[in-house]
């Protein structure tokens, strides 16, 4: 149930979210399991896996605090299922130019 749930999110995130944006954010999940594990059951980490998370930490805030305030910009594709787009189509002409 929590996997679906959790996959439904990603799916309804990646609908207004950019790629790099849902990979940090997926990132962040990954790493707040691992910090929830540490303090919870008191597992050891490894040097090599602390600097990691750090890594990851630090990544996700740079990324946060660069991109606040901008606006995810999508591409829409024009409406070919008007008649008006059917019967511009190919008859396009450039004035001035013989």
Known sequence: MTQYLCVRGVNRLSAISTALTI????NIRKFTSLALSVALFGNKLATGVKIGAILVA?????????????TVK????????TPCANSMRGSLKVSGLS
């Open 74 to 81: 999508r591409y829409n594709p024009p409406d070919t299922q």
């Open 23 to 26: 990979a940090i954010i997926l």
């Open 58 to 70: 630090a990544g996700a805030a740079w990324y946060a605090y660069e991109s606040r305030g901008r």
